[in-house]
Structures are given as structure tokens and as C-alpha cells.
């Protein structure tokens, strides 16, 4: 099973829709460039984090004494979102716990 923290919806490369729709209400494009670019970023620090080896977690998933015993370096920022790379040994079960219904409900919501 493959863990992802990428919400499953295909977002397209908006650039190209002013071009073909004038009109386009300059708010919704904004909206839309704003998901674009989340979702490829998150996209990104997800397959560097898999290549590095670690998973990457959400903020919300840890402890805050557990926040603060990864190094900076390991801290990834999304947006207004925060991600901390970590192996599976060292998060605590309950985290993981966690990280799994958060896994599990970001693919629930995209069905």
C-alpha cells in the first residue's frame, strides 16, 4: 500500500486557461493556480522524502515534543501546511496511527 499525503484529485496546469477563456474571473484563476501550485509542491517534497527514505507526515499527526526532537532540516512547508520527514521506526504508534487515517480519509474524500 502505497502512503500519500497528495490529495488524489487532478488538478491541470491552469496557465493556459486566460489564453482560451478571457472572461475567466480573475478570483477562480487565482484559486486554481493556487491548487496547481500546491499540489505539485506537495507532489515534490513527497517523491524527495521517498527517495530519501522517510514518509512524510503532517504536522497534525505528531506530538509537539515530537516536533520538536526532528531537526529543522527535516521540515517541510507547503502553503500554509507543515510536513516533517520521518522513518517509520522512529514515530511513535499513536502518530502512525494517525498518519494512516489521515492517508485514509484524504482517499475517501477523492472517492
Not at 502512503?3 to 488524489?8: D, E, I, N, Q
Not at 532540516?73 to 507547503?78: A, H
Not at 522512529?90 to 494517525?98: G, L, N, R
Request: hydrophobic share 40%; aromatic share 10%.
Amino acid at each position: 500500500m502505497m502512503l500519500s499525503v497528495v490529495p488524489v484529485r487532478q488538478v491541470r496546469d491552469p496557465r493556459q486557461l486566460l489564453y482560451h477563456y478571457p472572461s475567466l474571473p480573475a478570483v477562480r484563476y487565482a484559486q486554481l493556480m493556487q491548487e496547481y501550485h500546491h499540489d505539485s509542491l506537495l507532489r515534490l517534497a513527497e517523491d524527495l522524502s521517498r527517495r530519501l527514505g522517510y514518509l512524510l507526515v503532517p504536522s497534525s499527526c505528531l506530538h509537539w515534543r515530537k516536533k520538536q526532537e526532528i531537526a529543522i532540516d527535516r521540515l517541510v512547508s507547503v502553503g500554509k501546511n507543515t510536513y516533517y520527514m520521518l522513518k517509520r521506526e522512529e514515530m511513535p504508534e499513536k502518530a502512525y496511527q494517525k498518519f494512516l487515517e489521515y492517508v485514509e480519509e484524504l482517499q475517501d474524500e477523492a472517492i
